[in-house]
């Protein structure tokens, strides 16, 4: 008999989902260093030009290599260059 439930029989349901996640977090870092000052970055003694570079480069060939570049990017590099951008006189 045939039932109408949906069973998966790959059992790889969750695989999309994480990688969507994976995907955000990598765009997310990349937004962030775009959104920065270079100023910003200097400040914090980061580059601004590496992080552009690893992020796409991270991003374009190499899923995994992207989330653990942008999640490293997000929990140590942003914080410093987001409170060395705070504390910069504004340059408008």
Same mark, same amino acid.
């Given at each position: ?22 995907? %955000? &977090?990598? =765009?997310?870092?990349? /937004? ?9 970055? *200097? #400040? $914090?003694?980061? @580059? ?15 899923? %995994? &290599?992207? =989330?653990?570049?942008? /999640? ?9 260059? *987001? #409170? $060395?951008?705070? @504390? ?5």
């Amino acid at each position: 008999s045939a039932t109408s439930s949906y069973s998966s029989s790959s059992g790889v349901d969750w695989v999309f989902p994480i990688m969507l996640v994976l995907l %955000v &977090l990598g =765009v997310w870092a990349l /937004v962030d260093v775009i959104s920065r000052s270079t100023h910003a970055f *200097k #400040a $914090a003694e980061k @580059s601004k030009t590496l992080w552009l570079v690893l992020l796409i480069v991270g991003l374009v060939f190499a899923g %995994v &290599l992207s =989330v653990l570049l942008g /999640v490293f990017y997000l929990v140590t590099v942003r914080p410093k260059v *987001k #409170a $060395a951008g705070r @504390s910069m006189p504004s340059l408008r």
